[in-house]
Protein backbone atom coordinates (compact mmCIF):
# COMPACT_ATOMS: atom_id res chain seq x y z
CA UNK A 1 0.00 0.00 0.00
CA UNK A 2 1.38 3.29 -1.05
CA UNK A 3 0.65 6.49 1.34
CA UNK A 4 0.76 9.82 -0.16
CA UNK A 5 1.82 12.78 1.98
CA UNK A 6 1.21 15.95 1.15
CA UNK A 7 3.76 18.22 2.40
CA UNK A 8 3.13 21.89 2.25
CA UNK A 9 5.38 23.86 -0.20
CA UNK A 10 8.30 25.66 1.78
CA UNK A 11 8.28 29.76 1.39
CA UNK A 12 10.08 30.79 -1.51
CA UNK A 13 11.93 33.29 1.17
CA UNK A 14 13.15 29.62 2.84
CA UNK A 15 13.66 28.21 -0.52
CA UNK A 16 16.33 31.09 -1.74
CA UNK A 17 17.72 31.32 1.38
CA UNK A 18 18.55 27.40 1.04
CA UNK A 19 20.09 27.98 -2.42
CA UNK A 20 22.10 31.53 -1.50
CA UNK A 21 23.71 29.44 1.34
CA UNK A 22 24.46 26.43 -0.75
CA UNK A 23 26.39 28.66 -3.05
CA UNK A 24 27.88 30.83 -0.46
CA UNK A 25 29.29 26.82 1.13
CA UNK A 26 30.73 26.42 -2.46
CA UNK A 27 32.38 29.31 -2.64
CA UNK A 28 33.84 29.48 0.59
CA UNK A 29 35.05 25.82 -0.02
CA UNK A 30 36.48 26.80 -3.92
CA UNK A 31 38.63 29.76 -2.09
CA UNK A 32 39.49 27.71 1.06
CA UNK A 33 41.27 24.91 -1.62
CA UNK A 34 42.84 27.39 -3.58
CA UNK A 35 44.52 29.17 -0.96
CA UNK A 36 45.73 26.26 0.53
CA UNK A 37 47.03 24.95 -2.75
CA UNK A 38 48.82 27.95 -2.98
CA UNK A 39 50.53 28.04 0.52
CA UNK A 40 51.17 24.61 0.56
CA UNK A 41 55.00 24.14 1.84
CA UNK A 42 55.48 21.27 -0.38
CA UNK A 43 58.92 21.19 -2.89
CA UNK A 44 57.70 18.68 -5.33
CA UNK A 45 58.57 21.10 -8.03
CA UNK A 46 62.02 21.44 -6.82
CA UNK A 47 65.35 18.89 -7.32
CA UNK A 48 67.46 19.54 -4.97
CA UNK A 49 71.67 20.31 -5.42
CA UNK A 50 74.18 18.07 -4.87
CA UNK A 51 77.34 19.66 -4.09
CA UNK A 52 80.74 18.76 -4.30
CA UNK A 53 84.48 18.91 -4.52
CA UNK A 54 86.07 21.29 -7.22
CA UNK A 55 87.70 18.23 -9.58
CA UNK A 56 84.53 17.78 -11.27
CA UNK A 57 84.42 21.52 -13.09
CA UNK A 58 86.86 22.26 -16.09
CA UNK A 59 90.36 23.31 -14.85
CA UNK A 60 89.92 26.99 -17.00
CA UNK A 61 86.58 27.41 -15.15
CA UNK A 62 87.76 26.86 -11.95
CA UNK A 63 91.01 29.43 -12.07
CA UNK A 64 88.36 31.49 -14.02
CA UNK A 65 86.23 31.33 -11.18
CA UNK A 66 88.59 32.18 -8.28
CA UNK A 67 90.29 34.97 -10.48
CA UNK A 68 86.86 36.54 -11.37
CA UNK A 69 85.23 36.61 -7.63
CA UNK A 70 88.16 36.26 -5.18
CA UNK A 71 91.39 37.23 -3.66
CA UNK A 72 92.33 33.91 -2.55
CA UNK A 73 95.26 31.72 -4.02
CA UNK A 74 94.40 29.18 -6.43
CA UNK A 75 95.49 26.36 -3.75
CA UNK A 76 92.51 27.52 -2.00
CA UNK A 77 90.09 25.75 -4.06
CA UNK A 78 89.78 22.97 -1.86
CA UNK A 79 87.22 24.77 0.14
CA UNK A 80 84.68 25.37 -2.85
CA UNK A 81 82.02 23.08 -4.05
CA UNK A 82 81.01 22.84 -7.08
CA UNK A 83 77.44 21.94 -8.44
CA UNK A 84 77.12 20.63 -11.77
CA UNK A 85 73.24 21.43 -13.13
CA UNK A 86 72.56 19.63 -16.77
CA UNK A 87 70.82 21.69 -18.94
CA UNK A 88 68.19 20.74 -21.82
CA UNK A 89 70.90 21.68 -24.31
CA UNK A 90 72.67 18.48 -23.43
CA UNK A 91 76.33 20.28 -24.47
CA UNK A 92 76.01 22.97 -22.04
CA UNK A 93 75.83 22.94 -18.00
CA UNK A 94 75.49 25.32 -15.77
CA UNK A 95 78.12 25.53 -12.93
CA UNK A 96 76.88 26.84 -9.21
CA UNK A 97 79.86 27.95 -7.01
CA UNK A 98 79.72 27.63 -3.36
CA UNK A 99 82.13 29.68 -1.78
CA UNK A 100 81.33 29.17 1.61
CA UNK A 101 84.49 29.90 3.38
CA UNK A 102 85.33 31.74 6.32
CA UNK A 103 87.57 34.19 4.23
CA UNK A 104 84.37 34.88 1.67
CA UNK A 105 81.89 35.17 4.30
CA UNK A 106 80.91 38.66 5.76
CA UNK A 107 77.60 40.35 7.19
CA UNK A 108 76.10 39.68 3.66
CA UNK A 109 76.78 35.60 4.07
CA UNK A 110 78.82 33.83 1.69
CA UNK A 111 79.54 33.95 -2.21
CA UNK A 112 77.37 32.16 -4.68
CA UNK A 113 77.98 32.46 -8.44
CA UNK A 114 77.20 30.40 -11.65
CA UNK A 115 78.33 29.93 -14.63
CA UNK A 116 77.58 28.69 -18.07
CA UNK A 117 79.92 26.88 -20.48
CA UNK A 118 79.31 28.56 -23.91
CA UNK A 119 81.35 26.12 -25.72
CA UNK A 120 85.67 25.66 -26.09
CA UNK A 121 86.05 26.06 -22.64
CA UNK A 122 84.78 29.57 -22.94
CA UNK A 123 82.15 30.30 -19.72
CA UNK A 124 80.33 33.05 -18.69
CA UNK A 125 79.15 34.49 -15.47
CA UNK A 126 75.30 34.30 -15.00
CA UNK A 127 74.69 34.46 -11.07
CA UNK A 128 76.06 36.15 -8.42
CA UNK A 129 74.91 36.51 -4.81
CA UNK A 130 75.37 36.60 -1.44
CA UNK A 131 73.59 34.61 0.92
CA UNK A 132 73.21 33.16 4.34
CA UNK A 133 74.03 29.62 4.55
CA UNK A 134 71.60 28.74 7.61
CA UNK A 135 68.02 27.32 6.30
CA UNK A 136 65.07 26.52 7.92
CA UNK A 137 65.03 22.32 9.38
CA UNK A 138 63.59 20.69 5.54
CA UNK A 139 64.48 23.31 3.73
CA UNK A 140 67.55 23.54 1.08
CA UNK A 141 69.39 26.74 0.76
CA UNK A 142 69.33 26.50 -3.60
CA UNK A 143 66.81 24.06 -5.33
CA UNK A 144 66.13 23.92 -9.22
CA UNK A 145 62.71 24.66 -9.84
CA UNK A 146 61.41 22.79 -12.92
CA UNK A 147 58.52 25.64 -13.23
CA UNK A 148 60.51 28.10 -15.66
CA UNK A 149 57.64 31.14 -15.75
CA UNK A 150 57.47 31.30 -19.17
CA UNK A 151 61.79 31.92 -19.62
CA UNK A 152 62.30 30.97 -22.77
CA UNK A 153 66.30 30.35 -21.86
CA UNK A 154 66.89 26.66 -21.82
CA UNK A 155 68.46 27.38 -18.05
CA UNK A 156 66.52 26.30 -14.91
CA UNK A 157 64.71 28.45 -12.55
CA UNK A 158 66.62 28.19 -9.27
CA UNK A 159 64.79 28.83 -5.73
CA UNK A 160 66.51 30.37 -2.70
CA UNK A 161 65.33 30.03 0.44
CA UNK A 162 66.46 32.45 3.09
CA UNK A 163 66.48 32.62 6.86
CA UNK A 164 65.82 36.07 8.32
CA UNK A 165 65.59 36.63 11.96
CA UNK A 166 64.52 33.11 12.73
CA UNK A 167 61.56 33.63 12.27
CA UNK A 168 60.42 34.15 8.43
CA UNK A 169 61.45 32.17 5.81
CA UNK A 170 62.18 34.09 2.42
CA UNK A 171 62.02 32.23 -1.08
CA UNK A 172 63.17 33.76 -3.81
CA UNK A 173 63.10 32.75 -7.59
CA UNK A 174 66.02 33.27 -9.77
CA UNK A 175 65.31 32.94 -13.54
CA UNK A 176 67.51 33.86 -16.83
CA UNK A 177 66.31 37.00 -18.01
CA UNK A 178 68.62 38.14 -20.79
CA UNK A 179 71.69 36.14 -19.60
CA UNK A 180 71.62 36.83 -16.21
CA UNK A 181 69.93 35.31 -13.49
CA UNK A 182 66.82 37.94 -12.30
CA UNK A 183 64.50 37.40 -8.97
CA UNK A 184 61.01 36.83 -10.47
CA UNK A 185 59.01 35.90 -7.11
CA UNK A 186 59.71 36.74 -3.73
CA UNK A 187 57.66 36.18 -0.80
CA UNK A 188 57.86 35.40 2.82
CA UNK A 189 56.11 32.42 4.95
CA UNK A 190 55.92 32.78 8.84
CA UNK A 191 58.18 29.70 10.12
CA UNK A 192 55.93 28.37 13.98
CA UNK A 193 57.18 29.84 16.87
CA UNK A 194 58.48 27.14 19.16
CA UNK A 195 57.53 26.99 22.61
CA UNK A 196 59.04 25.36 25.48
CA UNK A 197 56.96 24.09 28.61
CA UNK A 198 59.74 23.44 31.34
Not at 72 to 78: M, V
Not at 129 to 155: D, H, K, R
Request: glycine content about 6%; aromatic content about 10%; charged content about 15%.
Amino acid sequence: MLIIVNLPMPDDKIVRLVRYFHLSLGIFLLITVLFLNGCSNTNADEVKIRWSNFNKVPASLMQLAIADNTSLSSTAKTSIKVADVGLKNKDNRLYLFNYNDFRLCGRLGCLYTGYVNKGKNQFTRVINLYLQPNVAPGENLISINSNNFGSTSNLPCLDIQQLNDNRNLQKITYCDEGGYYQAVENYFLKLPTSTNTN
